[in-house]
């Protein structure tokens, strides 16, 4: 698995590491946010075989006020990828941050950007948390998330719940 940073920024590199790798018979797969020029992500998937790949926020404005830029690129790199590459699976993720982007509008506006395509196999959340808040005072950077709290298990099910009934998975029973 090739990740980052954002392994997609090198993508002569990446390609190369992931063709060799398939030369030996290994799996690949990438983790990418996918805001690179389609041609770096064209170069790179041509080896890989799963892309985990991040969906932060489907609503334009809210993407760019949360993560500095816009997500046009991104959405359009994602749906090529998915027409461009039927064989590679895909795994989208949201990183989950209550009062971001962890409710039910988000969730069901990403699963109507991916159910149409059969090669995005499935949809994971991150629940937040504040792990990195001690890398950020020691670079004497602020932590603009301090604030915000990781989801709850409850919500986390409910989601979780919206997720698993648009992919047909049943509900576990618990005894």
């Known amino acids: 698995t090739s990740s980052g940073g954002e392994c997609l920024l090198q993508p002569d590199f990446t390609a190369a590491i992931l063709r060799m790798a398939h030369e030996r018979g290994i799996h690949t797969a990438i983790e990418t946010a996918g805001n690179v020029p389609w041609e770096f992500m064209e170069k790179v998937l041509q080896h890989v075989d799963l892309m985990l790949h991040d969906n932060k926020l489907m609503n334009e404005e809210r993407h760019k006020k949360w993560t500095g830029v816009g997500n046009k690129r991104i959405l359009e790199n994602f749906k090529k990828a998915y027409e461009t590459f039927p064989n590679i699976e895909f ?17 069901r506006a990403v699963l109507d950007f991916i159910k149409p395509y059969k090669n995005v196999v499935d949809y994971e959340l991150l629940p937040y948390h504040r792990y990195g808040t001690g890398k950020y005072e020691f670079l004497g950077k602020v932590y603009e998330l301090k604030d915000f709290n990781s989801p709850s298990p409850e919500l986390l099910a409910h989601l979780r719940g919206i997720i698993d009934e648009a992919f047909g998975r049943k509900k576990e029973v618990a005894m």
């Open 91 to 107: 795994i989208t993720r949201t990183p989950l941050i209550p009062g971001i982007n962890a409710d039910d509008e988000h969730i």
